[in-house]
């Protein structure tokens, strides 16, 4: 399941760069709009299934910043 996870997010990944190089060349309005249409899906896709994925947040303990380890040690 990871290393599906893992092929999805660099699926998705290069999607958004294949859109955004596509945003630099000449296009009608109607395809700049699906391009954008697209790039934004991708995006919020990524974003998703990499939050799925990675559910850790990295905390640090209330006060702990700028105590030395005698001082928390006491």
């Known amino acids: 399941m ?3 996870d893992l ?3 660099r699926a998705h990944r290069n999607n958004i760069h ?5 945003q630099r060349t ?3 309005d109607l395809e700049r709009r699906f391009v954008e249409r697209r790039l934004s899906e991708e995006q919020a ?8 994925t990675f559910p850790v947040a990295l ?7 700028g105590r030395s380890n ?5």
């Open 2 to 4: 990871f290393d599906e």
């Open 7 to 9: 092929a999805r997010i």
């Open 18 to 22: 294949r859109y955004r190089r596509l």
């Open 26 to 28: 000449k296009l009608s």
């Open 45 to 52: 896709a990524l974003e998703a299934l990499t939050s799925r």
């Open 59 to 65: 905390t640090m303990p209330r006060g702990s910043i």
């Open 70 to 74: 005698v001082e928390a040690a006491s």
